[in-house]
């Protein structure tokens, strides 16, 4: 599933080419995803102008002129292409901007959403009113940490992941910031002290922008809007690596947590 970093750099990718330009067509070739589309998504968007684009977790958002925005979420193996060669089975949304460009959201597998949402009421919206400050912002802090792990006896990875948590934080990155932080993700968040939290939050900022600027991490059929794809994965210190040495000495080990999976080193992580 693309994560934080995947969504962000498919969010800069879209700005690139829609920001500040108005759609002169909009087009829906199937009825849902893992949920219908809006009933009023192509009356509502055609002739809108997208003015600005954002993230919220791992949603991406386009903000329009007409105070609605377009939510969208990338689902397991979502993407935006820009001016496609031609449109395929999977382009179940396509937009067409003034300036002449196409961009089709692709989704094979169909576990992405599209919503419509009144701009003033996104905060409030129910998927985002649950949800965690983000890892990026400025709400990320060990104190914020230290409050929601108190006297939790669940792992720590797994309250990682929990999006009331933190908000977009996925498998892969949690587990590059738990090697990082040189923290056991089997070890209850209760238990994790304030030194360790103090190492983690910088490395959970660290590891997502790391990967960001790298373009994501390429997962499947994950890609960029323009084609191309991450290559943050090249930079995995253990996810994906078992039975792979890590840079103390260890070697890297998996085990399941929560249905996932979880790569981290039995050395280095206490």
Avoid at 116 to 135: I, M, R, T, Y
Avoid at 170 to 182: Q, T
Wanted: proline share 6%; net charge positive; charged share 25%.
């Amino acid at each position: 599933m693309p994560e934080l970093p995947e969504v962000e750099t498919t969010v800069r990718g879209l700005a690139a080419v829609l920001a500040g330009d108005r759609l002169v067509r909009v087009a829906v070739h199937r009825p849902d995803l893992r949920r219908p589309f809006p009933v009023d998504l192509v009356q509502a968007m055609t002739g809108a102008r997208i003015d600005t684009l954002g993230r919220r977790a791992k949603y991406g958002l386009l903000h329009t002129d007409r105070a609605q925005t377009m939510v969208f979420h990338l689902g397991m193996s979502g993407r935006w292409r820009i001016d496609p060669g031609e449109i395929g089975k999977h382009d179940h949304l396509v937009l067409e901007t003034a300036r002449g460009h196409v961009l089709a959201l692709n989704d094979a597998r169909r576990f992405g959403s599209v919503d419509l949402v009144d701009s003033a009421l996104l905060d409030a919206w129910p998927s985002f009113a649950v949800l965690g400050p983000e890892p990026l912002g400025p709400g990320l802090t060990v104190a914020h940490l230290a409050r929601a792990f108190e006297s939790r006896i669940a792992a720590i990875k797994l309250l990682l992941l929990d999006q009331r948590i933190v908000a977009g934080l996925g498998n892969i990155y949690v587990c590059e910031a738990l090697h990082r932080a040189h923290i056991d993700p089997a070890k209850p968040a209760g238990a994790v002290s304030r030194a360790a939290l103090t190492r983690l939050v910088p490395e959970i900022r660290n590891v997502l922008t790391e990967a960001i600027e790298a373009g994501g991490s390429t997962l499947r059929d994950y890609a960029r809007p323009d084609g191309e794809l991450g290559y943050f994965a090249k930079d995995w210190r253990v996810y994906g690596r078992e039975g792979e040495p890590c840079a103390c000495g260890g070697t890297v080990q998996r085990m399941v947590q929560g249905g996932r999976s979880t790569f981290f080193c039995r050395r280095c992580q206490k």
